[in-house]
Each structure stands twice: as C-alpha cells, then as structure tokens.
C-alpha cells in the first residue's frame, strides 16, 4: 500500500507506560444513539416505523441497564453522507472523537422481506465495528428483534490502554467503575482493535487505527480492568510521539471460521504471490501452527480449520519470514494481506506508513488553522475581547501543533536514514510551511490589536484600525473582494494611513477582471473547484484547475491563486479520507485507487507550482 500518498496509518514506537493524559471513562456511561433509517415504502407506515422505534430502545435500554443511556432517533447530522457513501465507505473514512456510540440501522422492504442493515462507530475509540451486518425476515413483528440482534454483535466495549510493554497491556474499560458486572460484555479471549488518540491542537481529537495489531483478554476482567495480549505485525506499534494522548481499543464481534486470505504484492501491480509458505495457529505466533498451506496462482489460502476470534499467520518466501500478521475473524470473508517479497522492505513499509499518518496529521493541522481564521472573522464582529481570545486559543494550538509535526518530521527523517531509505516528506515540509505562515499571520493580528488597545486612545480611531485587521483576516481566508471592500469603508470614514492605503492600491490593482477568460477562472475557483469531493470529479475538473492557474497567473493575479491554493489543500485532506474507506480486494476500489494516485500527483505538481509563484508574487507586496 505504499503507493498511495494520502493513505493514512498510525506511527510506531518503542514500548513505554501509557500516557496519562487520555482519560479512562471508568465512571461515564456509554451513550448509544441509534440512528434508525427506514425506506420509503407503502408497507412500512409511520405507524410500523414508531413501533420499531420504540421496542428497540426498550430492549436495548433493559439489556445495557445502567452501562449505557439509550436514545433512538431517525435523523442525524452524518445520515445524508452514509446515504450516499454507504455504510461500509462513509464510517470508515471518519477519525472524529466524540462520547457516542453511533448505530446506524437501515430497514427497507424488497421482495416480500423487510432487509435491515446496521454498523456502528464509536466515538469514545473513533473505530467503526469491523462489518456491515445484515439480516432479512418475513414477519413484522420480528423487525426490531433483528435490529436489537444486530446491534448487539457489535456493541463493543471500549478501553483505554493504562500500562503497556511488547508483549501486553492493561486496559482500563469505559464504564468499568460504575457497578455493572461487565462479564456479559468482556471474557477471556475477547479481540479488540486498538486506535492511536491524536490531539488535534485547536480541534479536540482524532482517533487512527494502528494497522495489523490486536489485543486479545488473557484473564476475565476485574475491577473494570483486564490484561491483554499484544499481537501485531510491526515492532514497536503503540508509540508516544509528539501530539500522541494514548491509545483506546473496541471489542469486536468475532465468530469462529474459516481463514481465507489473499496474499498480493505490496506494490502498485498487486500481483497474487504464488506458492508461498503460510502457517497458521490459533493461538499465538509462538505456538506450534495447525496447518501449513501454500497459497495458490491467485495468492488464495483457505484453512481447513475454523479459528476462534483471531488467527496467527506467517507468510514466507521460501525459508524467509517475510511477514507475521494477527486477524481478527469478523465474518467469512476474503482477506487481502500485501506483502513485500523483500524481507528488508517489511521495515521500510512501516517507516512509510508513518510517514502517511504524519502527512495527514499535516492536512488536518491546515484545515483547523483554516478554521480559526473563519472562525475568527465571525467573532471580530462580537466583540474586541472575543476576538482576541478566539485568536489567543488558536494560536495556541497551531504552535503546539506545528511543534508536534515538526517533530514528527525530524523523527522520520533519522529513522529513514537508519533504515538506509528514500523518504519523500517533500509535500508534508511545503504545507508545513503553509501552516506556520497561517500562525504568523495569526500573530500579527494579536500584536496589532493588542497595539491599538493600548496605544489608540481615539475611539474611532481604534474602530478604524479593527476593522482594518478584520481585512487583514479576510485576506488570510482569501476573500480579497471583502477585504478590499472593508478597507475602502476604514478610508471613507476618514482613516489615513499612507502605508496601508498604497497596499490597498496594489490589492486593487490585481483584483479587477481583465477578461472572459478570466472570469471564467475566477467562476472556477470560487465556485467550481470547492465543491469538488471525491477523487473521480477532482480528476474531471483538474484540467480546468490547471487552465485557471495559467490564466491567473499570465495576468498575476496571485490573489485568486491563494484561493485555489487553499482548495487544493483541502482537497488533498478529502482524498486521504476516501483512500481510508476503499479496499483493495474490490475491484472498483482498486479502480478509485488508481485514480486518487495520479489526483494526487498531478495536485502536488500543481501545489508545487502555485506555493513557488505566490511566495514570488507576495514578497512584491512587502
């Protein structure tokens, strides 16, 4: 999976005690929001609909009893993007933490059958659970029923990881302390995905997964804790870094099946590894396998033994390990597992998708400052002193933020050099860059209204000079046409300040529409390209990106180009998120894959091009 830019995976790190910054939730309650969707259909009545609403928050609320407070409701913000995404793609794209358990449940009627599809994602652990559940009935009676039963696989219970070494951890479990035996929930054997918990400097947090690393119980639980095993693919998989808080895990619905894998070339041809060795164990990667399997000319395995929660499995070119993997036994599924046939490349893997993680960490960073300079525009008008401390707090968070990544930074570097490898972060150091201009201007603005707070003694003076570093915060979210406007309202109320009103005039000068084409530049970038979400219409709308930079550019109007800079950023964020929700065992995915690897590439190219000309363009100004 190296090949794609924008894919996103947690970082690695030498084994150290948990980070006591993240919060157990010992005594909060879980709180369960079910979203209940029902299709349009004659049959199912309004009357149908409140019936399920109700049994199910009922059934729901007398088996969770006091670990959970039960609500069922049937819209939500997030429903219109599952819709169009679908369960599987829009949960998991999302990262967010929150304290509620979202389930997702779908009724419709087809065929003489009421169909029901249900996922979850936990907020406390920002995971979705591991499948789209589904079930059909014939009797309306029993509708919520299925929809209860559903849910119930995946109600996982979610800790917080307290202590921790290479081996095994203890985690501390979400509503442990508040009296309610947690047995029905947790037993010895029980798998949990683990999610590294970001600070999100600015913007509270944000949950990864670390990939191809489970916990499994090793003793019932006691005390609202349990120890667990630690079993992963990589070494070191539970880093502290810079911005790291902790780690959560989620219980996850196993069942006991069949192992059927596919294992393929880490590569951009994912070619099916023929005839390699695979071991398989039930146990640990230390017991004694339970069979031996070759895989065949499609990199296929398929056990003849079913496995209980999770299976070990080692994967070899020859003699050679080439990779050890835990799996989780969700549903019987095909899993695709990309290896390197190099045995080196398998450490290398791991340096880049921490290097993935870091740049989108990167992305992030720039949509928050983005967000507080918004933000910021929109409390100027509140008040002075709302105003300030809106750009303090934010200020605040980009530093810590830019601080963290930049450490990050340094880090991928010394360990890119130990490992003796290439490590492209050319497109992670130019946003960085972006990021620290957005706290600089964010800087300023303090300086300059904490200036005429104690210098300016004339109330319309003062006025006058706000309004003018409201302006000034126009221009950083790029809406140089309000911008240029409030300015012209500080000089017709009788401001003077020659420095400022030459700047102006330049502004001026750049800004006004020299043509058609350059309109239609100007339609593009303002209203056009922001709207673009996925990958497919990014690329259908990249040759007009491109079209609009010339133009703009050949009549140095850097002013519109700092607005499709911006767009370009966040669309680089958009395409790391849909990399997350796609797999690479669906041949469509495979196909979205493709084209979110050339997207980008032909975006970094363009982002290359437009941050060296408007650094050339700006530095005019000063």
């Not at 979203?35 to 059934?59: K, N, Y």
């Not at 910021?376 to 990544?405: F, I, P, W």
């Not at 492209?424 to 005429?452: C, F, H, V």
């Not at 003062?462 to 240029?484: N, R, T």
């Amino acid at each position: 999976m190296t090949r794609y830019l924008l894919c996103l995976f947690p970082l690695f790190m030498a084994a150290q005690p948990g980070n006591a910054a993240l919060p157990t939730e010992a005594a909060r309650p879980y709180r369960l929001q079910v979203v209940l969707h029902v299709a349009e259909h004659p049959i199912l009545t309004g009357v149908f609909q409140e019936r399920v609403q109700r049994e199910l928050h009922d059934s729901l609320q007398a088996a969770l009893g006091g670990l959970a407070r039960v609500e069922v409701v049937r819209d939500h913000p997030r429903l219109q993007e599952v819709e169009t995404k679908g369960l599987q793609h829009a949960l998991d794209s999302w990262n967010f933490i929150n304290d509620t358990k979202i389930q997702f449940i779908f009724i419709d009627f087809v065929d003489g059958r009421y169909e029901l599809q249900a996922r979850q994602y936990d907020g406390s652990a920002g995971l979705p659970s591991p499948v789209v559940r589904r079930a059909a009935t014939t009797e309306r009676l029993l509708v919520a029923r299925n929809a209860g039963l559903l849910i119930d696989k995946d109600f996982g219970l979610v800790g917080t990881i307290t202590h921790k070494d290479n081996k095994k951890v203890e985690v501390t479990f979400k509503g442990g302390g508040l009296g309610t035996p947690l047995e029905r929930w947790v037993k010895k054997d029980d798998i949990f995905a683990v999610a590294q918990i970001v600070d999100q400097a600015g913007a509270g947090q944000a949950a990864f997964r670390v990939p191809w690393t489970l916990l499994q119980v090793s003793a019932e639980p006691k005390d609202g804790k349990a120890a667990c095993l630690l079993s992963h693919r990589f070494d070191n998989p539970l880093p502290d870094a810079a911005g790291v808080l902790g780690y959560r895990c989620l219980k996850l619905g196993t069942i006991k099946a069949p192992l059927r894998l596919r294992v393929i070339s880490d590569d951009k041809l994912a070619t099916p590894l023929n005839a390699r060795p695979v071991q398989i164990s039930g146990v640990s990667f230390q017991d004694k396998p339970l069979e031996g399997i070759n895989t065949n000319a499609d990199g296929l395995v398929n056990s003849r033994q079913r496995y209980n929660n999770v299976a070990f499995v080692k994967i070899f070119e020859g003699e050679l390990l080439l990779a050890k993997i835990p799996i989780a036994i969700v549903e019987e599924r095909t899993i695709l597992i990309p290896v390197s046939t190099n045995a080196k490349a398998e450490r290398r893997g791991q340096i880049v998708l921490r290097r993935n993680r870091w740049l989108r960490r990167v992305f992030e960073a720039i949509a928050v400052a983005s967000s507080v300079v918004n933000d910021l525009n929109g409390t100027v008008k509140e008040s002075r002193e709302a105003a300030m401390k809106k750009a303090q707090d934010g200020l605040r968070g980009l530093e810590a933020e830019t601080k963290n990544l930049k450490a990050e930074h340094d880090a991928l570097v010394k360990e890119a050099a130990e490992a003796q490898m290439t490590l492209d972060l050319t497109q992670g150091e130019q946003y960085l860059r972006e990021l620290q201009d957005q706290a600089n201007q964010l800087q300023t603005y303090i300086t300059k209204l904490s200036g005429i707070v104690n210098e300016e003694k004339d109330p319309k003076r003062q006025k006058w000079k706000e309004m003018a570093q409201q302006a000034k915060l126009l221009e950083a979210a790029a809406d140089y046409d309000q911008a240029i406007t409030l300015y012209e309202k500080v000089f017709e109320a009788g401001y003077e300040d020659a420095e400022l009103k030459r700047y102006v005039d330049k502004l001026k000068s750049v800004w006004p529409l020299k043509d058609d084409k350059h309109r239609k530049a100007e339609t593009f970038i303002y209203q056009t390209w922001p709207k673009v979400e996925f990958a497919s219409q990014m690329k259908a709308a990249l040759p007009e990106a491109r079209e609009a930079f010339e133009t703009c550019k050949g009549l140095g109007d850097w002013m519109r180009l700092r607005k499709l800079y911006k767009d370009n950023v966040a669309h680089a964020a958009r395409l790391g998120k849909e990399v997350e929700s796609l797999r690479r065992d669906n041949e469509d995915d495979r196909k979205t894959l493709d084209i979110i690897d050339a997207v980008s590439k032909e975006l970094l190219a363009l982002d290359q091009e437009l941050e060296k000309y408007l650094r050339e363009a700006e530095s005019k100004l000063k």
